[in-house]
């Protein structure tokens, strides 16, 4: 299914799931995950190795810097499953499937990754597996050609009518700004001294 702004209310069943590499976590990160609580009733999110990045700190590390947004918020219908990561979508998918067997699965990626998902591997298993949310991000259109492209594997997507900041991770490791990281995280990233924060302590 094809769309381009919200749908109904999401039917109770349906989990919205979120990986992320979180190097660090930022305010964009979590006016996300904000905006996933007011359209689905379960969010779900964890911290992710890409096999296409190279990430500024751990993946243990990254994993508490996201635990601590999550506690920021507080929602209850907000959970981080780490045992979902996996370098591969389709392992996390598979992992999903097997703790929520009756459950809607939507997967949810940015824009930007729109053109990369029909490389990655067994993707129609993937498409096949999930309904595909696509967040759109600045500078990143969804064109009519990656849309075509993920339909043609079976995808169902629909595009979230969603605002998030511009700020990035990568932006925010190469010139660190405290107004740009969650509250919770900054004091993490002081204790740990992660990505050259020295000059911050």
């Not at 999903?96 to 990626?109: D, G, H, K, N, Q």
Request: proline content about 8%; hydrophobic content about 45%; aromatic content about 4%.
């Amino acid at each position: 299914m094809s769309a381009t702004g919200s749908a109904a209310t999401p039917p109770a069943e349906t989990i919205a799931l979120l990986g992320t590499s979180a190097d660090p976590p930022t305010r964009g990160h979590q006016q996300l995950l904000l905006e996933l609580l007011a359209r689905f009733p379960q969010v779900v999110t964890w911290a992710s190795d890409n096999p296409m990045k190279r990430h500024g700190a751990a993946l243990a590390e990254r994993q508490a810097l996201l635990a601590a947004l999550v506690a920021e918020i507080g929602d209850p219908r907000l959970q981080l499953v780490q045992e979902l990561s996996s370098p591969w979508a389709l392992t996390t998918l598979e992992r999903a499937t097997e703790r929520w067997p009756t459950r809607e699965l939507v997967f949810v990626v940015g824009s930007d990754l729109a053109d990369q998902i029909p490389r990655w591997r067994q993707a129609a298993q993937v498409l096949q597996r999930c309904r595909l949310a696509i967040v759109p991000r600045s500078g990143w259109p969804l064109t009519a050609a990656a849309l075509a492209n993920l339909e043609a594997l079976g995808g169902r997507v629909e595009q979230l009518p969603v605002t998030i900041p511009a700020t990035a991770s990568s932006s925010v490791r190469r010139q660190l700004q405290p107004e740009q990281v969650p509250a919770t995280v900054w004091p993490l990233l002081l204790k740990h001294n992660l990505y050259g924060l020295k000059t911050y302590s």
